[in-house]
């Protein structure tokens, strides 16, 4: 069920949603994306500093974004990594909208204050995204060098490097005074030429249509994306009415993390004896923490006799 976007009354609901859209005259199809608790959430599981969490909320948000976008039966990861201070950030959403996040990091290596951009955090590296839908069936989807200051930058160069529909984007997060995180993102992409939904309009019309939906992206403020008082639907107003915008019902995404005992017991079982010695404290516990959500997986020697984790010495 479609209806055309129309100001609703109140507040928008403190929800992490995704809202499809589409511009009816222009061949353009749209995700939003609005995350509030789940980012609370995620970072409430680690004790990043400052400058990580911005930038995981804003991975984060980007991942939904794009995984929005796509039809996948699995998992889609967004991963990017460099030399800077920030080696790694991981985010990644199921199917079924379940989504988790981490970043690696030197902390000695991290600037003070809080106004490094997320390319200064990382430095030169690349963003890689990937689909994994059933085991042993990892498919690579692309990986490009990050260009640009601004994650959304990074994700407008992966864009125009692939072969992918034009497609133009907006991705922010902040913590507000109340001391909850907010993020939103709004992207934009021309539908293919051979997608049902596409009108049968003279191509010097779609361009300009196409010309004129990225400006009015352009002119978003930030603050519209992540303001909790402006409806997803009222920004999608405000923004597309000229371009009669239809808009698709919301899709909830949760945080949720797909780690377990065995899946652990799994990893520890591919260890060397001296991998393993390394996590084995002085009672000879072995112990290991999800990178995602931070649980902790202890087996004492008897259990790890039991699982058959203890390697050959
Ligand atoms: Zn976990």
Not at 28 to 51: N, Q, S
Request: aromatic share 6%.
């Amino acid at each position: 069920m479609i209806g055309a976007a129309a100001p609703v009354e109140g507040a928008a609901p403190e929800t992490d949603i995704v809202q499809a859209f589409q511009l009816e005259r222009d061949a353009v199809r749209g995700r939003m994306v609005r995350l509030g608790p789940l980012l609370d959430d995620v970072l409430a599981r680690h004790a990043y500093p400052p400058v990580i969490e911005q930038l995981l909320a804003e991975v984060l948000t980007a991942t939904v974004l794009l995984a929005s976008l796509l039809k996948y039966d699995g998992v889609f990861t967004l991963q990017v990594k460099g030399d800077g201070p920030v080696s790694v950030v991981v985010a990644d959403v199921t199917t079924d909208g379940v989504v988790r996040g981490y970043a690696g990091f030197d902390r000695d290596r991290l600037p003070t204050g809080a106004n490094a951009t997320p390319r200064e955090l990382i430095g030169q590296g690349y963003l890689a995204f990937t689909v994994d839908q059933g085991e042993d069936t990892e498919r690579y989807q692309g990986i490009v060098e990050l260009e640009g200051a601004e994650v959304a930058d990074w994700m407008l160069h992966y864009f125009a490097q692939s072969e992918q529909l034009g497609t133009h984007l907006k991705v922010a997060a902040r913590r507000a005074r109340d001391g909850a995180w907010r993020g939103g993102g709004l992207l934009l992409q021309r539908l293919p030429e051979d997608d049902p939904l596409r009108k049968q309009s003279a191509a010097v019309e779609l361009e300009d249509a196409w010309v004129r939906a990225k400006l009015l992206l352009d002119t978003t403020a930030e603050v519209e994306l992540i303001d909790r008082s402006l409806a997803p639907n009222d920004l999608l107003f405000r923004l597309f009415h000229e371009e009669a915008v239809r808009v698709w019902p919301p899709t909830l995404v949760t945080r949720g993390c797909r780690c377990s005992s065995d899946r652990v017991v799994r990893v520890l079982k591919t260890l060397s004896p001296d991998e393993l010695g390394e996590l084995r404290d002085e009672t000879g516990a072995v112990t290991a923490t999800c990178e995602f959500c931070s649980t902790v997986y202890r087996f004492d020697e008897e259990e790890q006799q039991r699982l058959k984790v203890t390697a050959e010495d």
